[in-house]
């Protein structure tokens, strides 16, 4: 008997340990995932665990080249991680897949607050939270705009002011070319007109379109809008030079190039390269009419079914947008916009004018629509654009036929 409560006795402080909740300082860590620079990321995960003692993340750095295979090969093999950090380009796919997390409850308070859930949403079911966006903005030389009698110290602001700029650099001697208009690519091709169509009011596909719902009269390409914003593009062609987007960089840097659309934080490489670079919205097609729209795209968190700790990833997910996480996190990274509404108005942006136009034009940009077969659409709409820029069809016959090729893509599922 004594030897048995002997042996109780013993027993029961391990019996009370392993009943016990494990200690905060046990708990598996939340997997992070992140394309962006550790270096960028850490500082603001390190304030995340301050303020949440008993949590803790391991950071893993994925470079964007091999995101899409890493990814694809965890989540295959059931071993996802807990939080990630994927390219808005290739949130279709995933979206399709149906292996993200259902985030909208969790997100529903940051609906206003927050821009870029075009990135990640399926009709109103949200898989994603908008972490930084980028669009681009109007880049123009000062100094071959005051060679050409231009006023340096405004950029155009209408069409028809771009146009008689493009035309008066286009006149410059020495191989100088007034307008770059991106053609290395289809995908060029069509980003290189979209601003325009958005800004004339124009749309690709009838209003409320997703990728899980179309119709077989889907498609607006072919309409007046959209067409107008083409022969707009193709003015500009006749006063530039259409080339690779990195082709009208180096132009641009040197001293070649009058005006192209760019993402901001190039302008301070052509600092660097001694240009005189401007930096303004997408100028609209009227003073009174339309909108300096632009193309846009971003970085989306995301958890997965298969996490392990998906609470704790919305969790922090929720921590790396708020104001201050936001703002830290594009003062080490240029060009990081945030997704938050009201970051222009902090002291930050408002103290940096090429930064500030940078948040402003993502108030007017427009995200690349998502339906399922997308990149077989922008391909028949970039050649539709080449078409007309080569002079082989009209604007409006060009689109025109791209018109019928998406009603009936659309229509075809």
């Known amino acids: 008997m004594r030897a048995a409560q002997a042996l109780l006795v013993i027993a029961l402080p391990w019996l009370a340990l392993s009943c016990a909740p494990r200690r905060a300082a046990e708990r598996a860590p939340v997997e992070f995932w992140v394309s962006w620079p550790i270096e960028a990321v850490a500082p603001l995960v390190a304030t995340f665990e301050a303020e949440n003692p008993g ?8 470079p964007l080249s091999a995101q899409g295979d890493s990814v694809t090969l965890a989540v295959e093999s059931g071993h996802p991680p807990d939080l990630c950090q994927l390219s808005g380009g290739s949130m279709p796919a995933w979206l399709a897949q149906g292996s993200l997390s259902d985030w909208s409850a969790g997100v529903a308070d940051l609906r206003g607050i927050l821009r870029g859930w075009e990135l990640c949403m399926v009709g109103d079911a949200v898989y994603g939270l908008p972490w ?3 669009a681009p903005v109007l880049i123009y030389e000062k100094r071959l705009f005051a060679r050409a009698g231009l006023d340096s110290s405004r950029a155009p602001a209408t069409w028809e002011e771009l146009r008689r700029a493009a035309g008066r650099v286009q006149a410059l001697r020495g191989g100088v070319h007034g307008f770059g208009v991106p053609s290395g690519s289809t995908r060029e091709l069509a980003s290189a007109w979209l601003p325009w169509a958005w800004g004339n009011g124009g749309e690709l596909f009838t209003a409320g379109l997703d990728s899980s719902r179309v119709g077989l009269d889907s498609s607006r390409v072919g ?14 062609r006749r006063n530039g030079l259409a080339a690779p987007q990195d082709s009208l960089e180096r ?5 070649r190039l009058g005006v192209f659309l760019a993402d901001a934080t190039f302008a301070q490489a052509s600092a660097r390269a001694g240009r005189r670079a401007g930096v303004a919205l997408v100028p609209r097609p009227a003073a009174d009419r339309g909108a300096s729209s632009s193309w846009a795209d971003g970085e989306v968190l995301v958890s997965f079914t298969a996490s392990r700790h998906k609470e704790q990833a919305l969790k922090l997910a929720r921590f790396l947008v708020q104001p ?10 240029p060009g990081a916009w945030p997704s938050r509404v009201d970051a222009e108005s902090s002291a930050w942006f408002l103290e940096r004018p090429v930064a500030l136009v940078a948040q402003r034009q993502l108030a007017s940009a427009r995200f690349t629509p998502h ?3 997308w990149p077989a659409l922008e ?3 970039g050649e539709a654009v080449w078409e007309a820029l080569s002079g ?8 025109a036929s791209a018109d019928s090729f998406v009603a009936s893509q659309l229509g075809s599922r």
């Open 392 to 399: 082989r069809a009209s604007p409006s016959r060009a689109l």
């Open 55 to 62: 949590l803790r993340v391991r950071l893993r750095h994925v």
């Open 371 to 373: 339906p399922r077969d």
């Open 251 to 255: 132009e641009f840097l040197a001293g």
């Open 324 to 333: 201050a996480s936001a703002l830290a996190l594009v003062a080490t990274l």
């Open 223 to 236: 309409e007046p809008a959209p067409a107008q914003a083409l022969e707009h593009l193709v003015a500009l």
């Open 379 to 381: 391909a028949r709409l």
């Open 132 to 134: 930084t966006l980028r």
